[in-house]
């Protein structure tokens, strides 16, 4: 590996990406939005195509120590509540 990229992954500082993990948060909201309305199965493909998206995002915010796992359980979490408390009285 070169300097350049070697010094390019180390810049990544810890201390400002925090808990909950937007970047799991976000595509797991939509796929979970997507989930509750496609009755008909006609968003699958891209559905499919979230969840490989949000597999590969997993690792690599992990690999590369922008955020820990229980930060990704976290955005989880907050794309559950998002998607669930306005469905909540209906």
């Not at 976000?26 to 796929?31: G, K, Q, R, S, V």
């Not at 997993?58 to 229980?70: D, K």
Request: glycine fraction near 8%; hydrophobic fraction near 55%; aromatic fraction near 16%.
């Amino acid at each position: 590996m070169t300097p350049e990229i070697h010094n390019w992954f180390n810049r990544i500082d810890p201390f400002t990406n925090g808990m909950p993990s937007l970047h799991i948060g976000l595509p797991f909201a939509i796929w979970l939005t997507m989930h509750r309305w496609d009755e008909d199965g006609r968003w699958h493909r891209f559905r499919l195509f979230l969840i490989i998206f949000f597999g590969l995002t997993s690792v690599a915010i992990i690999y590369l120590g922008i955020h820990w796992f229980v930060d990704i359980i976290g955005g989880m979490v907050v794309a559950i509540l998002a998607v669930n408390i306005p469905f909540k009285n209906t």
